[in-house]
């Protein structure tokens, strides 16, 4: 470990840890290293009794995040999203999201094509939307067709458009407040908040895999002006439309598995 550039902490199922916040002797010190920490589920109960989260955001299941939250009071803990990237340090929910986050990770080291890719070998989403909130225990939607996918999947062939809460909402043929409410309990975001997320993707997928300006990729991402892009993409990924291009489009494909 004293060597990794990552380490990727995995669950934890019982025991001490999860009880009295107590770790086996040499644990602490070796999470202390400058590695990068990624935890998959209740393995940020071992980040927290290491000492590596306190002051800063993370998340793990939702199941146990009312106990984490009671051992760990000092962690800026998020129960209701996926994972988190705090930079150096980076935290999932349960296990299927972590693989939401190694995803990540990829996507972050390598771009959104080798992600991608790498999410169709394997057979799931390269990108989910919401948070944890969503999979809480409550009633299931009724299967009735009054739900907010259809709206979804036709906004998504239609990014560019400048998309209002009632034109979604008269798509849905729902109220605002009907179409709102269904939303969030299907996605666990706002209807803005996952309209920005989308378009921030196809700003990404559109600047890796395109020559198109940046007007272009604002007006075909639907954030409409460069300036809006550069703001959005900014405050989602932290660096400019011209620095991700850079970054990003002289990598590599990823050599997979068959």
Not at 41 to 66: K, M, Q, S
Not at 180 to 208: D, I, K, M, N, Y
Not at 226 to 246: D, E, F
């Amino acid at each position: 470990m004293a060597g990794a550039d990552t380490v990727v902490v995995p669950g934890v199922a019982g025991g001490a840890l999860l009880r009295t916040a107590e770790l086996p002797d040499g644990v602490a010190q070796a999470l202390q290293g400058p590695a990068r920490l990624v935890s998959i589920c209740t393995g940020a109960f071992v980040l927290a009794a290491a000492g590596r989260l306190d002051g800063r955001p993370a998340t793990t299941h939702w199941l146990h995040a009312e106990r984490f939250a009671r051992l760990h009071p000092q962690v800026r803990l998020d129960p209701d999203v996926l994972y988190v990237d705090d930079g150096d340090v980076l935290t999932s929910a349960g296990n299927a999201a972590g693989i939401d986050l190694l995803l990540h990770v990829v996507r972050r080291d390598h771009g959104s094509a080798t992600a991608t890719r790498i999410a169709r070998r394997r057979v799931v989403a390269p990108w989910r939307d919401g948070g944890q909130s969503q999979f809480v225990d409550r009633p299931v939607p009724d299967p009735d067709g009054t739900g907010t996918a259809a709206t979804r999947a036709w906004v998504q062939q239609h990014l560019d458009r400048p998309w209002t809460l009632e034109q979604l909402a008269a798509h849905a043929g729902t109220s605002v407040r009907t179409f709102t409410r269904r939303f969030r309990e299907e996605t666990g975001l706002s209807p803005l908040r996952w309209l920005t997320r989308q378009r921030v993707e196809l700003a990404r997928h559109l600047l890796e895999t395109t020559d198109a300006g940046v007007d272009r990729v604002a007006e075909e991402s639907g954030f409409g002006t460069a300036t809006s892009l550069r703001q959005h993409l900014h405050a989602a990924i932290g660096v400019a439309p011209q620095a991700y291009r850079r970054t990003f489009r002289g990598v590599p494909p990823a050599v997979l598995p068959g």
